[in-house]
């Protein structure tokens, strides 16, 4: 492709999570994408990524966004700002004629979504829900036993995710902590998994019931005899020593995108998880049927010793069984560090991971999955970046590319269960939005 027809991306959301599209686009894929610009609300944050770019680009304030779009020609915006903004971002540049890559969740709430939906409608143009654990290769592994019919009809599927004390705990140290911000865990993390889930039995929530509640960190969890008395952790004497308190000081990235980038806008990174205003959940327990019958049980758990998934599929010719530990406890020494960053390596991370085919009246058959990596999600990063960012690949049998809908879908999973949280009852999907107009 001649430099000059790459397609024109702009990124809104300098945070760290922003990182890994600017590498994609500036690197492995630079010879059909060119990054044009940046904007964020905090200046300081873009500017420490354009200090990593070999050309920097522009950067914009989050309010000159529109023009942004304009002056600087842009065909595809990146969105990765805290996730209440999102559906702001992707209607806004549909609106100006761009196509829109997300993160998730694809927003936070019912009005969000239904802006999204609305604005591909009117514009006919292009969103894509950056869903990563899709192009893991061991879930790439299920879709495929699953779409075979070697375990049969789907009667109904078992999911455990553990976060642990290290991982875990980063939801309750910023923005996340505020349901307003992130949806809770329900929507913000649990959404990778209801995305899984609905991928893999090519389906879609119908109702949904839940329990849960925050017990192990915030106030409430004080009483577990944890707590420290501090409100941020950086120069806090009470925090030496806690394995809970997150040191950005000590680590480059953290001190340059967080630490020194805080007198823009006073985004305090390093909050004590058990401060005062915490409004998530950290132990979550949800029932799902879907609309072809099968159902559901799962649980979330924020505050586990190890970090990892079970995920069962009982269906009527066999079972499947997925078993993942990525982390098989936290050292002291690593529990202030954030999962995957420089520093927060524990040495037990040496992951355990066995999908296993249980027919009916056999022996179990394990499956083999190559290609698995310890970096991004499994490996998953780097293969959904491909998908999203190079033109002109083949149709993917798996259907992993995931838009608007799939984004819709995964988001209703978790409001409904936020609504039944409310609620105490179990709450019809098509109560909060009918996808079938979106289909
Ligand atoms: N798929 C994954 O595995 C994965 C992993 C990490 C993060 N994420 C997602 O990426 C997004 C960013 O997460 P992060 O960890 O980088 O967070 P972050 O806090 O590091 O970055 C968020 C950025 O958004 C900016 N921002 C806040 N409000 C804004 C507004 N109104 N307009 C423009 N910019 C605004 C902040 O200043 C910050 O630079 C989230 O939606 C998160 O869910 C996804």
């Given at each position: 492709m001649p430099l000059s027809s790459r397609r024109r991306y702009a990124l809104v959301g300098a945070g760290s999570r922003a990182g890994m599209f600017l590498r994609a686009i500036t690197g492995d894929h630079a010879d059909v994408a060119e990054l044009v610009a940046m904007a964020d609300t905090n200046q300081a944050r873009p500017a420490a990524h354009n200090?990593?770019?070999?050309?920097?680009?522009?950067?914009?304030?989050?309010?000159?966004?529109?023009?942004?779009?304009?002056?600087?020609?842009?065909?595809?915006?990146?969105?990765?700002?805290?996730?209440?903004?999102?559906?702001?971002?992707?209607?806004?540049?549909?609106?100006?004629?761009?196509?829109?890559?997300?993160?998730?969740?694809?927003?936070?709430?019912?009005?969000?979504?239904?802006?999204?939906?609305?604005?591909?409608?009117?514009?006919?143009?292009?969103?894509?829900?950056?869903?990563?654990?899709?192009?893991?290769?061991?879930?790439?592994?299920?879709?495929?036993?699953?779409?075979?019919?070697?375990?049969?009809?789907?009667?109904?599927?078992?999911?455990?995710?553990?976060?642990?004390?290290?991982?875990?705990?980063?939801?309750?140290?910023?923005?996340?902590r505020d349901k307003a911000n992130s949806g809770g865990l329900l929507v913000h993390k649990a959404g990778h998994h209801?995305?899984?889930?609905?991928?893999?039995?090519?389906?879609?929530?119908?109702?949904?019931?839940?329990?849960?509640?925050?017990f192990f960190y915030g106030e409430q969890g004080r009483r577990h005899g944890?707590?420290?008395?501090?409100?941020?952790?950086?120069g806090a004497a009470t925090a030496d020593g806690d394995p809970f308190a997150l040191r950005m000081a000590d680590e480059?990235?953290?001190?340059?995108?967080?630490?020194?980038?805080?007198?823009?806008?006073?985004?305090?990174?390093?909050r004590n998880v058990f401060a005062p205003g915490v409004t998530i959940e950290d132990d979550m327990a949800v029932l799902v049927r879907y609309t072809r019958g099968a159902s559901m049980s799962y649980h979330l758990t924020a505050y586990a010793p190890w970090e990892g998934y079970r995920v069962m599929f009982n269906g009527s010719r066999g079972r499947l069984e997925l078993e993942v530990v990525e982390s098989d406890h936290v050292s002291p020494g690593a529990a202030a560090g954030v999962k995957g960053e420089p520093g927060a390596e524990s040495a037990a991370e040496k992951g355990f991971k066995r999908l296993l085919v249980r027919p009916f009246w056999a022996p179990p058959r394990e499956v083999v999955v190559d290609g698995l990596?310890?970096?991004?999600?499994?490996?998953?990063?780097?293969?959904?970046?491909?998908?999203?960012?190079?033109?002109?690949?083949?149709?993917?049998?798996?259907?992993?590319?995931?838009?608007?809908?799939?984004?819709?879908?995964?988001?209703?999973?978790?409001?409904?269960?936020?609504?039944?949280?409310?609620?105490?009852q179990a709450v019809r999907v098509q109560d909060l939005l009918d996808l079938e107009d979106n289909e």
């Open positions: 200090r990593r770019l070999a050309e920097p680009v522009p950067v914009y304030d989050a309010a000159d966004f529109t023009e942004m779009l304009k002056r600087e020609r842009v065909d595809v915006v990146l969105v990765a700002t805290v996730d209440r903004y999102h559906d702001h971002y992707v209607a806004a540049a549909l609106d100006a004629g761009c196509d829109a890559i997300t993160e998730k969740p694809m927003t936070v709430d019912v009005a969000g979504c239904r802006r999204i939906l609305d604005a591909q409608r009117r514009t006919g143009r292009d969103v894509r829900v950056t869903f990563n654990y899709r192009y893991n290769p061991l879930h790439e592994a299920v879709k495929r036993v699953i779409s075979s019919g070697e375990i049969g009809e789907i009667g109904s599927v078992h999911f455990e995710w553990l976060l642990d004390v290290r991982h875990g705990a980063d939801y309750f140290r910023r923005w996340h209801f995305d899984l889930v609905n991928w893999w039995l090519d389906d879609g929530p119908e109702q949904v019931f839940a329990a849960g509640r925050l944890y707590a420290r008395d501090y409100d941020r952790a950086h480059p990235t953290m001190r340059e995108l967080y630490l020194e980038a805080e007198g823009d806008d006073g985004y305090i990174r390093d990596s310890r970096h991004g999600h499994g490996g998953a990063d780097v293969r959904m970046l491909a998908d999203l960012i190079r033109p002109g690949a083949p149709k993917d049998p798996l259907g992993r590319t995931a838009g608007a809908v799939d984004g819709a879908r995964a988001l209703l999973t978790g409001l409904a269960a936020n609504e039944s949280l409310a609620q105490g």
